[in-house]
């Protein structure tokens, strides 16, 4: 990189322009390219807090060149790259007449990934739950038959109304 002669310029503000030209156009393609990596982020398979934090890495870089990320682009951007199943989160902070904050944004966003995180534990412990209440203990899936062989006509219809529990296959009992 060649410097221009700055021998003979009489004002620091001649040096200025001069150096602000020579690096201005790095500045600016920097800038274009962080503003760029900012919206094009996306929440894909990372959590939440990793997403959070690339998305606030790009502002910290777009910062760097002396340009500051309005606190609006920065929620936008968030919200931007959410997929799905925040969709109802989206739709509360963009309804809202009072603009969140990327620290509200974020403590929703959190908040909200706990709560799936626990919504999925629950419904997979009772699916492993009822699944294993299906089988015997050889393994061999149990199948429900009722008590009755006629056939009757919905509930309490049949002939033989006791009840049969859907594990073992006794009657007078049901499993819970």
């Known amino acids: 990189m060649v410097l221009p002669n700055l021998i003979g310029m009489d004002t620091s503000a001649k040096i200025w322009n001069a150096v602000a030209t020579l690096f201005g156009s790095k500045t600016t393609s920097k800038l274009m390219a962080y503003r760029r990596a900012l919206h094009s982020q996306r929440k894909g398979e990372l959590s939440m807090k990793d997403f959070l934090m ?7 870089n777009h910062d760097s060149c002396s340009e500051i990320i309005r606190e609006h682009e920065h929620v936008t951007a968030i919200l931007n790259g959410l997929p799905l199943e925040y969709e109802s989160v989206i739709t ?3 309804a ?4 969140y904050t990327v ?4 403590s929703m966003l959190l908040d909200t990934e706990a709560c799936q995180q626990v919504v999925s534990n629950e ?3 009772s699916t492993s739950l009822v699944l294993s209440d299906s ?3 050889s393994g061999s899936l149990l199948a429900y038959r009722p008590s009755s062989t006629a056939r009757g006509r919905g509930r309490g219809h049949s002939s033989n109304s006791r009840i049969q529990c859907q594990l073992c296959g ?3 009992h049901l499993i819970d």
Request: aromatic residues 4%.
């Open 123 to 125: 419904v997979s412990s």
């Open 170 to 172: 006794k009657a007078g």
């Open 54 to 60: 690339k998305v606030k890495s790009c502002c910290d």
């Open 135 to 137: 089988f015997d203990v």
């Open 103 to 106: 620290q509200g944004v974020t």
């Open 96 to 99: 809202s007449q009072v603009p």
């Open 92 to 94: 509360i902070i963009t």
